[in-house]
Nanobody, 119 residues
């Protein structure tokens, strides 16, 4: 059984930093890409950042570009999200997800970790 487990959320003041981590486990786990999503109360889930293992290409939402950095390990089972210069609007539950093909269909999801940015 594949599991994605996030860690690193918490409460931080505006302008501060947090680093999220996601570890994938399970004998059958493999992925084409791993991503971070977030969902704030009353808002739709948003893809924040993604790393595609082939070529290590990355994607960032315009709202976080220049502030967030996604990185992955060589085993392709761990991704991190370094979040700098956090803003109150970054407050959300952050989810790790993985997809097994170029299609934007995410097969696996973590349970989420809360990030709260106070003003």
């Amino acid at each position: 059984q594949v599991q994605l487990v996030e860690s690193g959320g918490g409460l931080v003041q505006a302008g501060g930093s947090l680093r999220l981590s996601c570890v994938a486990s399970g004998r059958t786990f493999s992925s084409y890409a791993m991503a971070w999503f977030r969902q704030a109360p009353g808002k739709e889930r948003e893809r924040v950042a993604e790393i595609t293992w082939s070529g290590r290409t990355t994607y960032y939402a315009s709202s976080v570009k220049g502030r967030f950095t996604i990185a992955g390990d060589n085993a392709k089972t761990t991704v991190s999200l370094q979040m700098n210069n956090l803003k109150p609007e970054d407050t959300a539950v952050y989810y790790c997800a993985a997809r097994g093909s170029p299609l934007l269909i995410y097969n696996y999801w973590g349970q989420g970790t809360q990030v709260t940015v106070s003003s």
